[in-house]
């Protein structure tokens, strides 16, 4: 089963518009991940948040971490055309556990931005 | 472009046979991973290799197998192929055994009829 459950499957926005996609996972964690996926190409990864922290950005992303709810939101601010795509949240297990190293990847939010 | 190579980009085959994935990964990672990607499964981590040993394994069918060699070329084989693995194939790879950004190569489509 899937470690991470992505909200909402579908978003569609207007372009300058800010998109939110939010993650939940179930077992403790390394660290979060974000990735993205034009239709039917190889993942890119955006941006990695570790246990220890709360918020991290980079450039129009901004990431949450909640441990204590085991979640985490992915902000993209001002959205333009180019980043539709599908975004996944994937999560590292903790260092000595079963899980670690093996990213786990939620079921991805699909993102469509209208110029 | 990731860096990582994987090959063929599509591959059309018929059911009960075995194909074989090959993946280069980034110059200088010692890390392989193996995932498939399905309509209804999602993205799945099948298995990974690090510096030609098995490091962790995810739901990878007895059907299916996969090496890294001492270049650090991976393959993936999948033999007895049903319908239902058809999928896109993935390969990544990092410079270490975990708890970092993984780099992805572009996918193999396999479709068995």
């Known amino acids: 089963s899937q470690q991470g459950e992505e909200d909402p499957q579908a978003l569609s926005i207007q372009e300058g518009e800010n998109a939110t996609m939010n993650c939940s996972y179930k077992?403790?964690?390394?660290?979060l991940q974000w990735y993205r996926q034009n239709s039917g190409r190889g993942l890119v990864h955006l941006i990695l948040i570790r246990s220890n922290e709360r918020e991290k950005h980079s450039g129009r992303l901004r990431v949450t971490l909640d441990t204590s709810k085991k979640s985490s939101s992915l902000l993209i601010t001002a959205s333009r055309a180019a980043d539709t795509a599908s975004y996944f949240c994937?999560?590292?297990?903790?260092?000595?556990?079963?899980?670690?190293?093996?990213?786990?990847f939620g079921q991805g939010t699909i993102l469509t931005v209208h110029p | 472009d990731s860096g990582v190579t994987q090959t063929p980009k599509h591959l059309i085959t018929a059911t009960g046979q075995r194909v074989t994935l090959r993946c280069s990964p980034r110059?200088?990672?010692?890390?392989v991973y193996w995932y498939q990607q399905s309509l209804d499964q999602g993205l799945q981590f099948l298995i990974q290799y690090y510096n030609g040993e098995e490091r962790a394994k995810g739901n990878i069918l007895e059907r299916f197998s996969a090496q890294q060699f001492p270049d650090l070329h991976s393959e993936l084989n999948l033999s007895s192929l049903e319908l239902g693995d058809s999928a896109l194939y993935f390969c990544?790879?990092?410079?270490?055994?975990?708890?970092?950004?993984?780099?992805f190569g572009s996918g193999t489509q396999l479709s068995v009829l």
């Open positions: 077992t403790s964690i390394n660290n």
């Open positions: 110059s200088g990672d010692l890390s």
């Open positions: 994937a999560t590292d297990g903790s260092p000595g556990g079963t899980s670690y190293g093996k990213l786990t």
């Open positions: 990544a790879s990092s410079s270490h055994g975990g708890g970092e950004k993984l780099f």
